[in-house]
Protein backbone atom coordinates (compact mmCIF):
# COMPACT_ATOMS: atom_id res chain seq x y z
CA UNK A 1 0.00 0.00 0.00
CA UNK A 2 0.97 3.45 -0.66
CA UNK A 3 0.85 5.99 2.18
CA UNK A 4 0.84 9.52 1.95
CA UNK A 5 2.45 12.09 3.68
CA UNK A 6 2.31 16.02 3.41
CA UNK A 7 3.28 18.83 5.53
CA UNK A 8 3.43 22.85 5.17
CA UNK A 9 5.41 24.54 7.89
CA UNK A 10 2.24 27.32 8.30
CA UNK A 11 -1.52 27.30 7.78
CA UNK A 12 -1.00 30.47 5.20
CA UNK A 13 0.38 27.45 2.81
CA UNK A 14 -2.79 26.46 1.69
CA UNK A 15 -1.92 26.28 -1.87
CA UNK A 16 1.37 24.13 -0.82
CA UNK A 17 -0.48 21.39 1.03
CA UNK A 18 -3.11 20.82 -1.37
CA UNK A 19 -0.60 20.81 -4.65
CA UNK A 20 1.19 18.45 -2.33
CA UNK A 21 -1.45 16.00 -1.77
CA UNK A 22 -3.02 16.28 -5.58
CA UNK A 23 0.96 14.68 -6.29
CA UNK A 24 0.51 12.03 -3.93
CA UNK A 25 -3.10 10.87 -4.94
CA UNK A 26 -2.04 10.77 -8.41
CA UNK A 27 1.53 8.64 -7.44
CA UNK A 28 -1.51 6.22 -6.09
CA UNK A 29 -1.39 6.58 -2.33
CA UNK A 30 -4.59 5.35 -0.67
CA UNK A 31 -3.78 6.68 2.35
CA UNK A 32 -3.17 10.43 3.49
CA UNK A 33 -1.69 11.99 6.04
CA UNK A 34 -1.19 15.76 6.08
CA UNK A 35 -0.54 18.55 8.40
CA UNK A 36 0.71 22.21 8.89
CA UNK A 37 3.77 22.07 11.45
CA UNK A 38 7.27 23.07 11.40
CA UNK A 39 9.55 20.55 10.74
CA UNK A 40 11.53 21.80 13.33
CA UNK A 41 8.86 21.16 15.98
CA UNK A 42 9.44 16.99 15.95
CA UNK A 43 7.41 15.91 18.68
CA UNK A 44 4.54 18.09 17.30
CA UNK A 45 4.15 16.28 13.97
CA UNK A 46 1.30 13.78 14.99
CA UNK A 47 0.72 12.90 11.51
CA UNK A 48 4.00 11.79 10.75
CA UNK A 49 3.67 9.64 14.14
CA UNK A 50 0.28 8.19 12.82
CA UNK A 51 1.58 7.61 9.13
CA UNK A 52 4.60 6.05 11.05
CA UNK A 53 2.63 3.84 13.09
CA UNK A 54 0.01 2.84 10.12
CA UNK A 55 2.54 1.38 7.62
CA UNK A 56 3.19 -2.06 7.35
CA UNK A 57 5.85 -4.78 5.93
CA UNK A 58 5.67 -4.08 2.19
CA UNK A 59 4.15 -0.43 2.82
CA UNK A 60 5.94 2.73 1.14
CA UNK A 61 5.68 6.00 2.76
CA UNK A 62 5.67 8.18 -0.12
CA UNK A 63 6.18 12.58 0.11
CA UNK A 64 6.55 14.99 -2.60
CA UNK A 65 9.86 16.49 -1.49
CA UNK A 66 12.23 15.67 0.82
CA UNK A 67 12.01 18.94 3.12
CA UNK A 68 8.45 17.85 3.98
CA UNK A 69 9.43 14.37 5.61
CA UNK A 70 12.58 16.02 7.38
CA UNK A 71 15.13 18.80 7.86
CA UNK A 72 18.12 16.94 9.34
CA UNK A 73 20.21 13.88 8.51
CA UNK A 74 19.54 12.82 11.68
CA UNK A 75 16.18 13.06 11.76
CA UNK A 76 15.55 11.74 8.33
CA UNK A 77 17.66 8.88 9.43
CA UNK A 78 15.80 8.30 12.26
CA UNK A 79 12.58 7.90 10.20
CA UNK A 80 13.96 5.46 8.01
CA UNK A 81 14.90 3.42 11.03
CA UNK A 82 11.16 3.43 11.56
CA UNK A 83 10.04 2.81 8.45
CA UNK A 84 12.56 -0.27 7.72
CA UNK A 85 11.83 -1.72 11.25
CA UNK A 86 8.32 -2.41 9.79
CA UNK A 87 9.59 -4.01 6.45
CA UNK A 88 8.29 -0.81 4.25
CA UNK A 89 10.19 1.84 2.35
CA UNK A 90 10.42 5.58 1.23
CA UNK A 91 9.63 7.18 -2.24
CA UNK A 92 10.26 10.64 -1.77
CA UNK A 93 8.70 11.77 -5.81
CA UNK A 94 10.53 15.03 -6.81
CA UNK A 95 13.55 13.03 -6.41
CA UNK A 96 12.88 9.95 -7.72
CA UNK A 97 14.22 7.72 -4.68
CA UNK A 98 12.74 4.84 -3.69
CA UNK A 99 14.29 3.23 -0.73
CA UNK A 100 13.02 -0.37 -1.59
CA UNK A 101 16.73 -0.59 -3.31
CA UNK A 102 19.95 -0.08 -2.30
CA UNK A 103 21.18 2.76 -4.48
CA UNK A 104 18.16 4.49 -3.21
CA UNK A 105 19.08 4.16 0.04
CA UNK A 106 22.02 5.73 -0.90
CA UNK A 107 20.79 8.59 -2.90
CA UNK A 108 18.69 9.15 0.17
CA UNK A 109 21.17 9.71 2.75
CA UNK A 110 23.72 11.66 0.38
CA UNK A 111 21.11 14.36 -0.81
CA UNK A 112 19.55 13.94 2.63
CA UNK A 113 23.10 15.71 3.84
CA UNK A 114 22.94 18.28 0.83
CA UNK A 115 19.49 19.68 1.95
CA UNK A 116 20.85 19.91 5.49
CA UNK A 117 23.58 22.02 4.18
CA UNK A 118 22.02 23.73 2.08
CA UNK A 119 19.35 24.85 4.94
CA UNK A 120 22.02 25.88 7.18
CA UNK A 121 23.65 28.14 4.53
CA UNK A 122 20.14 29.78 4.26
CA UNK A 123 20.09 30.41 7.51
CA UNK A 124 23.38 32.27 8.17
CA UNK A 125 22.53 34.02 5.67
CA UNK A 126 19.44 35.33 7.13
CA UNK A 127 21.14 35.68 9.97
CA UNK A 128 23.87 37.94 8.53
CA UNK A 129 21.09 40.12 6.79
CA UNK A 130 18.64 40.55 10.18
CA UNK A 131 22.51 41.86 11.59
CA UNK A 132 23.08 43.81 8.60
CA UNK A 133 19.85 45.37 9.23
CA UNK A 134 19.60 46.17 11.83
CA UNK A 135 22.63 47.58 12.23
CA UNK A 136 21.43 50.15 9.61
CA UNK A 137 18.50 50.61 12.01
CA UNK A 138 15.96 49.05 9.13
CA UNK A 139 14.72 45.84 10.74
CA UNK A 140 11.68 46.00 12.46
CA UNK A 141 11.24 42.40 13.10
CA UNK A 142 8.07 40.26 12.04
CA UNK A 143 4.88 42.12 11.50
CA UNK A 144 2.50 41.09 14.70
CA UNK A 145 -0.23 39.08 13.02
CA UNK A 146 -2.24 38.01 15.55
CA UNK A 147 -2.78 41.66 17.17
CA UNK A 148 -3.83 43.00 13.97
CA UNK A 149 -6.59 40.69 13.61
CA UNK A 150 -7.58 42.33 17.56
CA UNK A 151 -11.24 43.80 15.96
CA UNK A 152 -12.22 40.61 14.52
CA UNK A 153 -11.30 38.79 18.20
CA UNK A 154 -13.40 41.14 20.15
CA UNK A 155 -16.16 40.86 17.25
CA UNK A 156 -15.91 37.19 17.63
CA UNK A 157 -15.97 37.36 21.42
CA UNK A 158 -19.24 39.44 21.48
CA UNK A 159 -20.73 37.19 19.56
CA UNK A 160 -20.81 34.09 22.43
CA UNK A 161 -17.73 32.26 21.18
CA UNK A 162 -14.97 30.88 23.09
CA UNK A 163 -10.92 31.13 22.44
CA UNK A 164 -10.38 27.75 20.84
CA UNK A 165 -13.06 28.55 18.55
CA UNK A 166 -12.22 32.36 17.81
CA UNK A 167 -8.11 31.17 17.67
CA UNK A 168 -9.43 28.32 14.41
CA UNK A 169 -11.57 31.07 12.61
CA UNK A 170 -9.01 33.25 12.69
CA UNK A 171 -5.91 31.19 12.03
CA UNK A 172 -3.93 32.20 15.64
CA UNK A 173 -3.09 30.72 18.71
CA UNK A 174 -5.46 30.11 21.47
CA UNK A 175 -2.64 32.38 23.68
CA UNK A 176 -2.76 35.21 20.90
CA UNK A 177 -6.45 35.31 21.22
CA UNK A 178 -6.23 35.89 25.41
CA UNK A 179 -3.74 38.49 24.35
CA UNK A 180 -5.86 40.59 22.57
CA UNK A 181 -8.39 40.39 24.56
CA UNK A 182 -6.85 41.92 27.61
CA UNK A 183 -5.12 44.62 25.51
Same mark, same amino acid.
Given at each position: ?????? !?????? +???? $????? !?????????????? +?? =????????? +?????? %?????? %????????????????? &??????? $?? =????????????? %?? =?????????????????????????? +???? $????????????????????? %?????????? &????????? &?????? =????????
Amino acid at each position: MLIGYA !RTSTLD +QQAG $IEAQM !RDLKAAGCEKLFSE +QV =SSVDVTNRE +QLSQAL %DFIREG %DTLVVSKLDRLARSVGH &LLSIMDA $IE =SKGAALRILNMGI %DT =STPTGKLMLTVLGGVAEFEREIMLER +QREG $IAKAKAEGKYKGRKPTAMAKA %DEVLALRAEG &LGATEIAKR &LGIGRA =SVYRALEA
